[in-house]
């Protein structure tokens, strides 16, 4: 059935994946949940990295200003503490804007998002096999109708389009990070390094996909094929949790020059696997959903030092 065509559209370009069930993990397996946020006086770093993906090249110098950013990604109890103030309503649970979609009959167009449903091998490596467009599915139905947020609390918020992303951040009194500033804090004072911590590791530091993608998470970092409660895996240098893996987040940077362009997303999520997309690292940029939002995409959000805003909708 065609829905969300802009939306499809943009996966099939896409390199990340995800599961199809979100299970409830206990809490107690993790630390105390991180809270607040971390302070950064900016400065100069190397952004980018040459001879992985080209879009994330050359790699060049560039001055961020002092900054503060979330020390974990949005909750889903924090989300629904902003829902149950506001009222406020995602993307993914309002139907979509027939504009966007010219032919398509109007019975089509539904609320929904985009849920990983898996698949037995890569195929011919088109996302859109083991993607699928799931009507229901929302933040606080991650997989569909019939689930919901029981045990999830600690959890990122997923399924958040940009939009929303942005709704929740100015109900704070923040904003979303520039790609400048996500990857300056996601780089943690290790300039040019490829990895969050350095160099590669024999066994992983953060929530990704081990094994061979999409047929099998084999889970040696605790978590098959699934998001991991906020704050589990080993802070970075500069006190920040899951800014590799876990869940793909926003920030208010664009994905080419044009005024119009897909928003970025950054950081990889716990669908990245080495054999595909390798995508949990502080470099790599993806353009993200133009209209609602998939189950391994959030947010965190920052407050800089000035005024001036740069999340726009």
């Known amino acids: 059935m065609i829905r969300r065509l802009a939306l499809l559209t943009l996966v099939m370009a896409l390199a990340a994946c995800g599961s199809k069930k979100q299970a409830a993990v206990p809490e107690s397996v993790c630390p105390p949940q991180p809270t607040g946020e971390v302070a950064l006086a900016g400065g100069t770093f190397t952004m980018g990295a040459g001879g992985m993906h080209g879009d994330e090249g050359p790699p060049r110098k560039v001055t961020v200003a002092p900054f503060a950013i979330d020390r974990t990604e949005v909750t889903n109890d924090e989300f629904a503490a902003f829902v149950k103030a506001t009222g406020y309503v995602t993307l993914a649970e309002r139907d979509p804007d027939p504009a966007l979609y010219p032919g398509v009959p109007k ?12 698949a037995e091998g890569l195929g011919d490596g088109n996302p859109a096999n083991w993607w699928r467009i799931v009507d229901g599915a929302s933040w606080k139905h991650p997989t569909g109708p019939g689930s919901d ?3 999830l609390g600690r959890h990122p918020v997923v399924h958040v389009a940009y939009d929303d992303a942005l709704a929740y951040a100015r109900w704070k009194g923040r904003d979303l990070p520039t790609e400048e500033e996500w990857e300056f804090a996601a780089r943690a004072g290790l300039d040019g390094a490829p990895y969050e911590w350095g160099e590669a590791s024999k066994t992983p530091k953060a929530n990704y996909w081990q094994g061979v993608f999409p047929a099998v998470d084999t889970g040696e970092d605790g978590y098959k094929a699934r998001a991991a409660p ?4 080993p802070a970075s240098a500069y006190g920040l949790f899951d800014l590799s893996g876990n869940v793909w987040e926003w920030t208010s940077g664009r994905y080419g020059p044009a005024p119009d ?3 970025l997303i950054k950081g990889g999520s716990y669908l990245c696997a080495d054999n595909f997309c390798l995508r949990y690292r502080p470099a790599a940029r993806q353009p993200g959903p133009p209209d609602t939002g998939q189950s391994h995409l959030g947010f965190r959000t920052v407050k800089r030092a000035t005024t001036g805003e740069k999340g726009t909708p």
């Open 230 to 233: 906020v704050g589990c895996f």
């Open 149 to 151: 947020l029981k045990g």
């Open 261 to 263: 362009a897909p928003r």
């Open 107 to 118: 019975s089509m167009l539904k609320p929904s998002s985009l849920v990983f449903v898996g």
